[in-house]
């Protein structure tokens, strides 16, 4: 997670100076998206720029279970950090403390680069709903072109959050199954992390990722997947959607290992 301005984000401290107590103990996901302008530096510029930290956090934090740089389908000018940590916090701070992530930003604070960033979120897991990785396909996942959406979703109350969550993760068990292209598909409840501006925009986010669009399309199209209106009207639980990104992955990072 990064700020603005090109430099890795300082937490608030607390009255000693040190950080707050981590929030987040389990395992969670931060999304953050910037802009980079095209008049001062291309995406691929940027990719190749930031590729290294991608191995870095392959090789050297093996809590980093996810890390991956993404490319906006609907505005080529931002690109998304997808994190997954399996501590929480505290795999997102020794993240942090890297050398390389130091690098990083010094390296795209000399090239002049006014990157803003325009999203962030962080979400906790849900246990047992749906899956973020298909080791049986391949072990580490690095490849370029699958598809990756993120879904903001609000309800009217826990109650209906809730019934959501039952209805979708029975469906999960059916497309873990019969989609084989469709790679990840979960999601998690959002938290808000003052010390990185997080505030909570959806109740819950879900994600899914596909090999490609017409693996994404079969999945939309499946009857099971159309039938699950039924359901969610007579439990009340249909959410309003709060927001919807999709983007490609680049080969720079992984999206499990």
């Known amino acids: 997670m990064s700020d603005q301005n090109n430099s890795p984000e ?9 950080r707050q107590s981590p929030t987040v103990e389990g395992p969670m996901t931060a999304i953050v998206e910037f802009e980079v302008p095209a008049d001062d530096m291309s995406m ?11 191995d870095d956090a392959r090789d050297f934090e093996p809590e980093t279970c ?51 960033r325009t999203f962030i979120s962080k979400f906790v897991d849900l246990p047992g709903y749906g899956w973020w990785s298909r080791p049986e396909r ?18 009217a109350g826990d109650a209906e959050r809730d019934a959501f969550i ?3 993760g029975g469906h999960a068990d059916y497309c873990r199954e019969a989609e084989p292209e ?24 879900f994600v899914m990722a596909c090999t490609d669009l017409a693996a994404m399309e079969q999945h939309r199209d499946d009857p099971r997947h159309l039938a699950l209106g039924e ?21 720079k990072g992984y999206l499990w290992k």
Request: with cysteine; charged share 20%.
């Open 44 to 54: 691929d510029e940027w990719l190749t720029l930031w590729g290294p930290r991608g």
């Open 10 to 18: 300082r937490p608030e401290q607390g009255p000693e100076g040190t």
């Open 66 to 116: 996810a890390y991956e740089a993404m490319v906006s389908v609907e505005d080529p000018t931002r690109v998304l950090a997808y994190e997954r940590y399996t501590t929480g916090d505290a795999g997102l701070a020794f993240h942090m403390q890297r050398p390389s992530h130091a690098e990083i930003a010094r390296a795209l604070g000399d090239s002049g680069v006014n990157m803003k």
């Open 182 to 205: 469709t790679l990840v598909y979960s999601g998690g409840l959002s938290v808000a992390d003052q010390a990185y501006g997080v505030d909570v925009e959806a109740d819950l986010v």
């Open 138 to 155: 391949q072990s580490f996942f690095a490849n370029e072109g699958a598809l990756v959406i993120f879904l903001g979703m609000n309800f």
């Open 166 to 168: 039952e209805i979708s």
């Open 231 to 251: 359901p969610m009207a007579k439990a009340g639980c249909m959410p309003d959607i709060a927001f919807t990104k999709t983007y490609r992955t680049t080969a």
